[in-house]
């Protein structure tokens, strides 16, 4: 039962262009979004998040978008920088079971030079 | 204090042995979150602690499995009678509760070989 899914494994940009990543739920209770980055042998590391109250969260060059009638959310990144190549991971939570996240199964992200 | 740490990063042990590891959260968090992460895949839920107390464990985690925050710091995280299907990383993540946001902030892990 995958409950987050990113349907695409991979993404490669040019550097400089917008980066867009995509992530589906189906679980209509989760009310907490994130993304999460993974560089290789690391841990994953907080990027951005939003609530279910809102439809957009922007962070510098990151932006989130959250559509729950459609129960999908994307990640914009935009300029792509080269250093931002890294395993791009989707989770969500409901803030009242412990916030316990559930996860994609993530998208690499390659940004060209 | 520089984030979740792990410990150890690498671990390889034989069929049927069993191996504990250790996560020390960020020291003001008292959220302390458990997930197991195979190649290809997101990392999955096993279990969480609020302070010492173990509130919520996933049905992956077998009996074969059982994890201890004593006094509600460091936690640790055993397997018994290990098997192959146990490799994985072992992701430790910690949070402060009532802050509004819930991000999680992740050590690097314990990357499993069980041979």
């Known amino acids: 039962d995958q409950q987050v899914k990113q349907n695409s494994p991979s993404l490669s940009v040019q550097e400089g262009r917008i980066s867009i990543l995509n992530c589906d739920y189906t679980?209509?209770?989760?009310?907490?979004f994130l993304w999460y980055k993974k560089y290789p042998a690391e841990g994953p590391t907080f990027l951005i998040s939003i609530s279910s109250i809102k439809d957009k969260n922007e962070d510098g060059r990151f932006t989130v978008f959250l559509n729950k009638s459609a129960k999908h959310l994307s990640l914009h990144i935009v300029p792509s920088q080269p250093g931002d190549s890294a395993v791009y991971f989707c989770a969500a939570s409901r803030r009242t079971s412990g916030s316990r996240l559930t996860f994609g199964e993530g998208t690499q992200l390659t940004v060209n030079p | 204090d520089t984030g979740v740490s792990q410990d150890p990063r690498h671990k390889i042990t034989k069929r049927g042995q069993n191996v504990t590891f250790r996560c020390d959260p960020i020291s003001e968090h008292n959220r302390l979150y458990w997930y197991r992460q195979t190649l290809g895949q997101g990392p999955e839920f096993l279990t969480y602690?609020?302070?010492?107390?173990?509130?919520?464990k996933s049905r992956l985690l077998s009996d074969r499995f059982s994890a201890e925050r004593p006094k509600g710091s460091f936690s640790t995280l055993e397997i018994q009678r290990t098997e192959q299907g146990d490799s994985a990383m072992y992701l430790c993540?910690?949070?402060?509760?009532?802050?509004?946001?819930?991000?999680?902030?992740f050590g690097q892990g314990t990357r499993l070989t069980v041979v």
């Open positions: 602690f609020q302070n010492e107390a173990q509130l919520e």
């Open positions: 993540a910690s949070s402060l509760e009532g802050l509004g946001n819930t991000e999680a902030f």
């Open positions: 679980n209509s209770m989760f009310d907490y």
